[in-house]
């Protein structure tokens, strides 16, 4: 059995001692290998930036970054208005530390269209504005756990105004993280992207931030449902409320409409939209099938004043219309909805950067139903225990002159029992109720007898 023991020596970029320690156990023989390359650092691969060499594997300590896209601001219009917006969005990063614990002391960004689309970062207390380019980051202390789930540093960012003779409306502000200096073990190290000068103990990817595109101000919008029967001729379908941000005005051009009908249901006339007065303000000629149509406020759009907002009543003129006949209306895409950054200054409408930066667009659909009865929500229907309760909702929507219903129950699709009658009342009127029943039970509903 024989130990060797040796005094091992690291400098950080320096030669440092090459130490061959042979351990000796049952005729078992080892070799272990330090660091010998400067510029090498603490990498276990790659090569030195200093000397090119390749680097001999070694075991120690380092911290890699991440980027956390469930906590950060996703991509989207920045209103900035005329006096800019200060730590608008977050960009979270998650650092690991691999070896051993470790502090984050220095962080660099670059920023990535220019410097003047941001006016500052900020991390942990510490804020520095850009500085060609480069936002450096000094003084922090952010503790970095060994392994497991490491530590989640929130950047956040604050953005210069628009203005016709300055940063033009629409510009994309984006960021990178480039650069991580730590300490671990008493040793301070660097993590650096592959284009930064200087050495760097380990070579990272840089890791990118979305990027947002900054207005003087931007519109929401909103899709509900019109409380509205189908029946042939002039019907209400759904309301939209467009807003302007609180920063300033934008002008809204187009609304795009998609609608699809059920089998049989025609459409005979316009698409008609009426402002809050009830003053019809567009006429739009569709298909007797529907499809997607665009409302256009022509010739100059329609002004939205900076935190406030209108609402849009949309109709359809129906022609032919089944019993229990379904219509369905969503807002189509988003690069289809036109609007103008009017605080911004920019007179250029807004469509397919929709797509990318329009957070939030809504994409649900309203129902406008025929006459008749349906189940809206059942919230159980099979193997009820006996202690457990049978919930259902109805809505229904009677023709002129039609009697109540009648909700009978089955346990086997033969034997109904009366279990609610439902008097006629007002189009859109609902009843909930709620019996603890032991079996599988089926339900119909039937028309009252007159």
């Not at 320096?14 to 049952?26: E, N």
């Not at 210069?160 to 940063?167: A, K």
């Not at 629409?170 to 991580?180: D, K, M």
């Amino acid at each position: 059995m024989l130990f060797v023991i040796v005094k091992h020596e690291r400098k950080k970029f320096g030669m440092t001692k090459v130490i061959i320690a042979v351990l000796v156990w049952a005729g078992l023989v080892g070799t272990v290998v330090a660091e010998s390359i400067p510029g090498c650092g603490c990498r276990t691969n790659g090569f030195s930036v200093v000397t090119g060499q390749s680097c001999i594997s070694n075991s120690c300590g380092s911290v890699t970054a991440s980027f956390v896209a469930s906590s950060s601001t996703p991509s989207q219009f920045i209103p900035v208005g005329s006096d800019g917006a200060v730590n608008a969005t977050k960009t979270t990063f998650n650092f690991r530390s691999t070896g051993g614990t470790a502090t984050i002391s220095e962080l660099k960004f670059y920023v990535v269209n220019g410097q003047n689309t941001i006016t500052s970062i900020s991390v942990g207390g510490v804020t520095a504005p850009p500085v060609n380019g480069v936002v450096y980051l000094t003084g922090l202390n952010l503790p970095v756990p060994s392994g497991g789930g490491g530590l989640n540093v929130d950047a956040y960012v604050s953005y210069p105004p628009v203005s016709p003779n300055g940063l033009l409306s629409g510009a994309v502000a984006q960021f990178e993280l480039e650069h991580i200096t730590y300490s671990s073990g008493g040793v301070t190290y660097t993590t650096c992207a592959t284009f930064e000068q200087g050495p760097c103990d380990y070579i990272m990817d840089v890791v990118v931030a979305p990027g947002m595109k900054l207005v003087g101000s931007k519109p929401t919008i909103t899709l509900t449902p019109s409380i509205s029967t189908l029946m042939p001729g002039l019907v209400e379908v759904a309301q939209v409320t467009v807003a302007s941000d609180a920063k300033g005005d934008v002008t809204d051009n187009k609304i795009p409409f998609k609608v699809s009908l059920s089998a049989g249901l025609t459409i005979s006339g316009d698409l008609v939209v009426k402002d809050q007065n009830n003053q019809v303000v567009i006429t739009e000629q569709i298909v007797s099938t529907g499809g997607t149509i665009t409302a256009s406020f022509n010739p100059n759009g329609r002004l939205i004043v900076g935190g406030t907002s209108q609402t849009f009543k949309i109709y359809l003129e129906f022609g032919s219309v089944p019993a229990n006949a379904v219509a369905i209306i969503g807002l189509a895409t988003a690069d289809l909805f036109s609007w103008t950054d009017t605080a911004g200054g920019s007179s250029v409408p807004v469509t397919t950067d929709n797509s990318t930066y329009f957070y939030g667009y809504p994409l649900n659909t309203v129902s406008l139903l025929g006459t008749g009865i349906r189940f809206t929500s059942i919230t159980t229907t099979t193997n009820v225990q006996p202690s457990a309760a049978m919930g259902v909702v109805l809505k229904w929507f009677p023709a002129p002159g039609q009697p109540g219903f009648i909700l009978e129950r089955s346990s086997d699709f033969s034997n109904w029992i009366n279990t609610l009658e439902i008097p006629p009342q007002s189009e859109g009127a609902s009843v909930v109720f709620g019996n603890p029943y032991p079996e599988k039970l089926f339900w119909r509903i039937k028309l009252k007898s007159p």
